[in-house]
């Protein structure tokens, strides 16, 4: 079901499982952002406007008055982490934003402490903390992370909550037996399944107190049967998976540029060195495994070897992740594309993008959040594929094949969101002004 989203009333709360870079950048920003000490610069849900009607019209208003989202100065936060840091030292340590915008708002900072994780070495092998939920089994665990939930919408006096995963990548795993229903999973988290991570029991927690979940990561977190069915059935909104930042965004952009022209691809490189506690997670083969997966998918979705193998046929595409210490939060990713145009002749790209992985994963949060809190109160519940514009490797219904292009997704997104808003989609399908 669908329609035109409820109004919001009321404060948000967005849940993050970690408050790690990510988080805590997008939570200093969007304090900075509510106190006037910053732009909420990449951010479509802040800073973009939806033209409504043919061009001649010119009725182009923001987004975030069209759609109705929670203004910012609704907005409230909580999260979990393995480590017990507030949010101000877990932000000073992270290292992204510099200490003159974290000491007007330190006493904010300071008061959002994170609750005690769900947690277990076996899926995150480079990590260790202490502000940890004593062991016990899976459902136990699960049925703490929606006390913790209730609590804290009690705390905050909120309305209503999002969860957006913003902890650490964990291993790969591949969906079992025991992810294909509802049944089983229950089953599973009280057996003690080791197919569920704890990534897992944070997104079930979410679904069963009816609180829309998106997933930062690319390890499997609710991208299988059993919680796309419990989404289904709680009339909860899913999105997922992995934050689309750098390298892929690039790629994203870049190859359709190629295929719309019919330049061909012999091959594409791309490696990125990086000195965050991400990074030196993702130096475990296991995690890497997980974002490896996911970063590889997007060239062939979008390229279609099968419809042109003259032009992509062959191609060798490579990613590499290093964990570079000196480096910091702030990733060098490099590209090196080798195409070929007229008659075959070869021709080489070189993308060198020097980007803040953090900076440009908050303004994703925050539109996630926004734009989760929204289908929510549209009705939506389940995958939300027109959220695809901000994952590398966006979960989609069974059947339905991934779109990577940013375009076509950028498109739909806002197609969604005039539907949301009570508009016609725009088709481009009619000539000159009126189109
Ligand atoms: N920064 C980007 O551009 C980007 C892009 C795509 C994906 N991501 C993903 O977003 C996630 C966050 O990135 P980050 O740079 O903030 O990493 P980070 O290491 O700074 O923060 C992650 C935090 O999660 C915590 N954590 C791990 N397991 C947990 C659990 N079970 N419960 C609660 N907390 C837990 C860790 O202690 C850590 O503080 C990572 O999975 C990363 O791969 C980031």
Redesign the pocket.
């Known amino acids: 079901m669908s329609g035109k989203a409820k109004p919001h009333q009321g404060k948000l709360l967005v849940l993050t ?7 805590t950048t997008f939570i200093a920003g969007v304090e900075a952002v509510r106190n006037g000490n910053g732009d909420p610069i990449g951010s479509l849900s802040q800073m973009q406007t939806i033209r409504i009607g043919p061009r001649s019209e010119n009725n182009a208003p923001a987004i975030k008055d069209f759609a109705d989202l929670a203004p910012l100065s609704d907005l409230c936060f909580a999260g ?4 017990g840091d507030d949010a101000y030292t ?1 932000a000073k340590r ?1 290292g992204v934003l510099e200490s003159s915008m974290l000491e007007p708002m330190a006493d904010f900072l300071h008061s959002i402490v994170p609750m005690k ?3 277990d070495r076996t899926y ?1 092998k480079r ?1 260790e ?1 202490t502000n940890v939920k004593p062991t016990k089994n899976k459902y136990e665990l699960a049925q703490e992370l929606r006390q913790d939930i209730r609590d804290k919408i009690k705390e905050t006096g909120a309305a209503r909550a999002v969860m957006v995963w ?4 964990e291993i790969y795993l591949q969906p079992t037996a025991v992810h294909q229903t509802i049944e089983t999973f229950e089953a599973g988290l009280k057996a003690n399944d080791e197919g569920i991570s ?2 897992q029991l944070y997104a079930y927690a979410a679904i069963q107190e009816g609180i829309p979940y998106a997933n ?3 390890n499997l977190s609710a991208d299988f049967p059993a919680l796309e069915q419990l989404a289904l059935q709680k009339g909860v909104p899913l999105a997922g998976k ?2 689309k ?2 390298q892929t965004f690039m790629k994203t952009v870049l190859a359709p540029a190629f295929k719309a022209r019919m330049l061909g691809i012999r091959g594409w490189f791309s490696t990125n060195i990086l000195g ?3 990074g030196e ?2 130096d475990d083969p296991d995690s890497f495994k997980a ?1 490896e997966v996911t970063k590889s998918g997007a060239l062939d979705c979008i390229l279609q070897p099968e419809l042109y193998p003259k032009l992509y046929g062959n191609l060798y595409h490579k990613v590499r992740i290093n964990y570079y210490p000196p480096r910091g939060d702030d990733k060098e990713g490099w590209d090196n594309i080798d195409i070929t145009g007229w008659l075959g002749y070869p021709m080489q790209v070189k993308v060198d993008f020097l980007c803040r ?2 900076v ?2 908050a303004p994703i949060v925050l539109d996630l959040a926004l734009f989760l809190d929204l289908a929510g109160r549209a009705g939506l519940s389940g995958i939300q594929e027109w959220l695809s514009f901000y994952f ?1 490797s966006p979960h989609v219904e069974v059947g339905h094949v991934q779109e990577h292009d940013l375009f076509i997704q950028h498109m739909r997104l806002k197609n969604r969101l005039r539907v949301l808003g009570g508009a016609e989609p725009i088709t481009h399908l009619a000539e000159g002004i009126e189109d």
């Open positions: 499982p970690g408050l790690g870079a990510v988080a979990w982490d393995v480590v877990a992270a994780a769900a947690f995150v990590l903390g913003c902890g650490s990548t704890p990534s930062g990561a690319p992995v934050f930042t750098g965050n506690r991400d997670i993702l974002k992985d953090s440009l994963a590398k």
